[in-house]
C-alpha cells in the first residue's frame, strides 16, 4: 500500500523546522569539508572516494535491495539517473574548488526550478501562470548572481550551472522510480550507479591520496548522509511549504563560515540572488501543497 501523506494533525511544523535546520547544517558541513580539501584530490576522484567510502552507510538498505525486482526498464532508469547525477556530482565538486561557498549555495537553489521545468515538458504537468512568474523570478535570481557583462565570470560558475540541470535531471527520474520502489532502493542504487560512474573518470587523474584526505573524505560522505536523512525527517513532520523557507539559513551560514574560515568576500549580490532564486522555490512549495490539499479528500479520523 502506498503511503499516504501525513494529516494536518499529524504534522509538527516546529519539529520540521528543527530538522530541516540540522539539514542545512550537514550540507554546510559538506561544502566547507570539500573547501578545505581544496585541489589537493581530484574533483573526480575526491567525488569517487566520497561515494564509494558512502557505501558502508547502504549497510541497512541491503535486504530491501536484495528482495527488490527491477525489470528491464527499471534498470535502464537507474543507469541513466547513475549517468547524470554522475556529471552533476563532478561539476560540483570542481565549482568548490572554483568559486565561493556562497554562490555555490545560492546557485544550488536553482535544482528545484529545473525540476519544475523539466516536469512540464518531460512529465506533462502543467505550467500554470504563477509558476512561469516564480520560474522568471528565480532566472533572475541566478542573472543577479553571475552579473555577466559586469564581472568576469569563472568556469566554475557554469559548472554550477550545469550542475543544476543534472541533478534535476536526477531527481526527475527518482520521483519517476518511486512509484515502483521502495525510497531505500532509490537512494542505493543511485549510491551504487555513481560510483561505478565515477570509477573511470577517477582513474584518469588518479593521485594516491593522503589517509587524512581520505578522512576528510569519510566525513564528506557522513555528513552528506546524515542530511539526506534529517531532510527526510523534516519532510515527513511538515509540508514544504513549512521547511522550504528554513533552507534560506544554509545560504547565511555558508557565506559566514566562507568570510570567516576561508576568507572569501560576502557579496552582497549573491545573497540577493540567492534570496530572490529561494523566495521563488518557497513560492512553488507552497502553492503545491495548496493544491494538493485542495485535491485531497480529507482523512478518516484517526488515519495517519
Known amino acids: 500500500m502506498a503511503e499516504t501523506a501525513p494529516s494536518v494533525s499529524a504534522q509538527r511544523p516546529l519539529v520540521a523546522v528543527f530538522w530541516m535546520v540540522i539539514t542545512g547544517l550537514c550540507f554546510v558541513g559538506v561544502t566547507a569539508t570539500v573547501k578545505h580539501l581544496g585541489g589537493r584530490v581530484p574533483a573526480a576522484e575526491?567525488?569517487?572516494?566520497?561515494?564509494?567510502?558512502g557505501l558502508v552507510f547502504l549497510v541497512p538498505m541491503w535486504p530491501s535491495l536484495r528482495r527488490a525486482r527491477l525489470t528491464r526498464p527499471a534498470?535502464?532508469?537507474?543507469?541513466?539517473?547513475?549517468?547524470v547525477h554522475t556529471l552533476g556530482v563532478i561539476l560540483w565538486f570542481y565549482a568548490m574548488t572554483r568559486i565561493t561557498i556562497a554562490e555555490v549555495t545560492a546557485m544550488n537553489y536553482l535544482v528545484p526550478v529545473y525540476v519544475t521545468l523539466g516536469a512540464a515538458v518531460l512529465l506533462g504537468e502543467r505550467l500554470a501562470l504563477p509558476r512561469m512568474l516564480a520560474v522568471g523570478a528565480a532566472m533572475v535570481g541566478a542573472l543577479i548572481i553571475l552579473r555577466p557583462?559586469?564581472?568576469?565570470?569563472d568556469t566554475g560558475h557554469f559548472a554550477m550551472l550545469f550542475t543544476a540541470v543534472f541533478f534535476a535531471a536526477s531527481y526527475l527520474i527518482a520521483k519517476r522510480m518511486t512509484a515502483e520502489v521502495s525510497p531505500a532502493v532509490v537512494v542505493a542504487m543511485l549510491s551504487i550507479t555513481v560510483t561505478l560512474g565515477l570509477a573511470p573518470f577517477a582513474a584518469a587523474v588518479w593521485i594516491t591520496p593522503s589517509l587524512a584526505d581520505l578522512g576528510w573524505l569519510f566525513?564528506?560522505?557522513g555528513f552528506a548522509t546524515a542530511g539526506h536523512f534529517t531532510m527526510t525527517l523534516a519532510f515527513q513532520a511538515g509540508p514544504m511549504a513549512v521547511t522550504q523557507p528554513v533552507t534560506f539559513l544554509q545560504l547565511l551560514w555558508a557565506s559566514l563560515l566562507g568570510a570567516l574560515v576561508f576568507a572569501e568576500p560576502v557579496d552582497g549580490w549573491v545573497l540577493v540572488g540567492g534570496v530572490l532564486i529561494l523566495g521563488a522555490v518557497s513560492f512553488i512549495a507552497w502553492r503545491e501543497a495548496r493544491l494538493k490539499a485542495r485535491s485531497s479528500p480529507p482523512a478518516p479520523d484517526g488515519q495517519v
Open 46 to 53: 575526491a567525488a569517487f572516494l566520497r561515494y564509494l567510502l
Open 75 to 83: 534498470r535502464r532508469l537507474f543507469w541513466l539517473r547513475g549517468g
Open 149 to 153: 557583462g559586469f564581472r568576469d565570470l
Open 219 to 221: 566525513v564528506v560522505a
